[in-house]
Each structure stands twice: as C-alpha cells, then as structure tokens.
C-alpha cells in the first residue's frame, strides 16, 4: 500500500515471559462497523480488535539468528509478516546494537 519493502521489528525481548500476545489487526467503530482509521482524531471512539497469539516463556535477549528464537517468537514474527503484507528484515532482541538479527539486509 504504501511501497513498504520490510519492517525493522524492535523490542522483541519486551515480549519474552507472557502467555499470549495480542496483535491488533483492524478496528470498529461503535455499530461494529470495520474501519480504517485516516489520522489520529479518526481512533476515537474506536474499538480495537485483537488477535491472540501464544506467547513464549525462552529468553530472546541477545539471540543472533532467527532459529535460536523460542518456536512461538518465530510464529509471532510469521504472524506479522502475514497481517501486514511485508517482510520483517530485522529483529532487535535488545538493547545493544550487537543484539541484532538482520534477516535481509535493507540496503543491499
């Protein structure tokens, strides 16, 4: 839509410990009516709609490749690929910048 090639997907590790993560995938209005927001007075009154994801109890701090994150963090990841129809290129697992994973690197 907006010529997106690949997202950087930062804070990973903020996630490491919860049972589901909610991913926030459309919103409705008060009838229940789909919509897409077009500006930041547009979400009030909205309600978000949710899909829940299983969650991870592994740490990913500090993991350097995509098969050293917990299965359910690889499945998130998928996830979000999916719902926005782009590539996820690189991964921070915290707060280091040595605490990286580039997937596919952006500017090659």
């Known amino acids: 839509m907006n010529s997106i090639?690949?997202?950087?997907?930062?804070?990973?590790d903020v996630l490491d410990g919860l049972e589901a993560i909610?991913?926030?995938?459309?919103y409705k209005d008060a009838e229940g009516n789909d919509v897409a927001p077009t500006d930041a007075d547009s979400y009030v009154g909205l309600?978000?709609?949710?899909?829940?994801?299983?969650?991870?109890?592994?740490?990913?701090v500090g993991a350097k490749t995509l098969e050293e994150l917990p299965?359910?963090?690889r499945a998130y990841i998928k996830r979000v690929e999916e719902?926005?129809?782009?590539?996820?290129?690189?991964?921070?697992?915290?707060?280091?910048?040595?605490e990286t994973i580039v997937l596919r690197h952006p500017f090659a």
Do not use: F, H, M
């Open 83 to 98: 719902l926005i129809g782009a590539p996820i290129d690189i991964i921070s697992t915290g707060p280091d910048r040595n």
């Open 71 to 73: 299965v359910n963090a």
């Open 47 to 60: 309600q978000p709609v949710y899909e829940a994801v299983p969650g991870w109890t592994e740490s990913t």
């Open 22 to 26: 909610n991913i926030c995938t459309g």
């Open 5 to 12: 090639s690949g997202i950087c997907l930062t804070k990973l």
